[in-house]
């Protein structure tokens, strides 16, 4: 059986087909209709129904949506999106079933990236938390199978809670100072540096310096980064009683050796040492799209 899933980024959306055994079938992308929801659903719902129309065997009224947060996932309901300012209370539930024949079911994109994740696992574990770095950070958790999601979907919004105490940066978001987002992220990375050298610095440019030890500042600044990201996975292992953890999005993928310090700082620090903590960084590349595959079962 194919499912039609959606990945509503902030600058672009994909409408896939997925297999059972989670491979993309075909998919269509488009640029985010970043300050019109309407017609950003009228195009999902057009692309899904093409899809309906060219292939057998499509589960004919299933929508598996990934959205960016916050939202009330439970209804499709637009919170306050910090790059999709326009979506804020759109009702996306309500929009679908009223234009389309399709049942909508949405889901955080950290939220679907771990359920495939979960099932690509080599190893079956019980429980598993996921933590994505990229331009943002986010992580989700399953237990026994199932997504723990929270009440409106929104588990795990960890971005915004306080990593370093001593931190002089205000972030612009939660107006603290020191929250996960503003130390370890991308644009985390990206700021540091730039501040560091008084330059615009991507951060790619600052790894590849770190790689390189050509700068001594920037050295000390990402292994600052590193020693916050050992901590938090050390916090979450307490926090869940948990030894498995994946990690994903664009700054786990760069060269910096994430999994043996965060194994090797849990191995030091962690109290409960029953079992080692494994670290794996992920193989999948499209893992929020596939994730969607088994939401509307969830
Ligand atoms: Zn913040």
Redesign the pocket.
């Known amino acids: 059986m194919l499912k039609i899933c959606v990945d509503i980024g902030g600058t672009k959306t994909i409408v896939g087909l997925i297999s059972q055994d989670l491979e993309v079938v075909a998919y269509q992308k488009f640029t985010t209709y970043s300050d019109n929801p309407e017609k950003e659903f009228a195009e999902i719902v057009r692309v899904a129904q093409e899809y309906v129309q060219q292939y057998d065997d499509v589960a004919t009224t299933t929508l598996n949506i990934a959205m960016p947060g916050p939202c009330d996932y439970s209804k499709g309901i637009f919170i306050n999106l910090p790059n999709l300012q326009q979506y804020n209370g759109f009702h996306a539930g309500d929009y679908i079933t009223e234009h389309s024949g399709f049942q909508p079911y949405f889901v955080n994109d950290t939220n679907a990236a771990i359920l495939a994740e979960y099932r690509h696992l080599q190893t079956p574990v019980e429980d598993l938390i996921y933590l994505t770095i990229s331009t943002g950070v986010g992580m989700a958790y399953v237990r026994n199978g199932k997504l723990v999601a929270g009440s409106e979907g929104n588990f795990g919004e960890i ?2 809670t306080i990593l370093k105490s001593d931190s002089a940066y205000q ?1 612009p ?2 107006k ?1 100072y020191g ?1 996960v ?2 130390e370890i992220s991308g644009v985390a990375i990206s700021r540091k540096a730039s501040e560091i050298l008084q330059k615009p610095v991507s951060t790619q440019e600052a790894i590849a310096m770190y790689n390189n030890d050509s700068n001594a500042t920037i050295t000390e600044m990402i292994e600052e980064v590193l020693l916050l990201t050992q901590q938090l996975c050390t916090n979450l292992f307490s926090i869940f009683n948990c030894h498995n953890i994946v990690l994903g999005g664009g700054v786990i993928q760069s060269t910096l050796p994430y999994k043996a310090r965060i194994e090797g700082y849990a191995a030091t620090h962690q109290l409960i040492q029953t079992q080692p903590f494994k670290v794996k960084i992920s193989e999948l590349e499209s893992n929020v799209l596939t994730g969607l595959y088994d939401i509307d079962t969830q």
Do not use: A, F, L
């Open positions: 971005g915004h972030c978001v939660c603290q929250c987002e503003n």
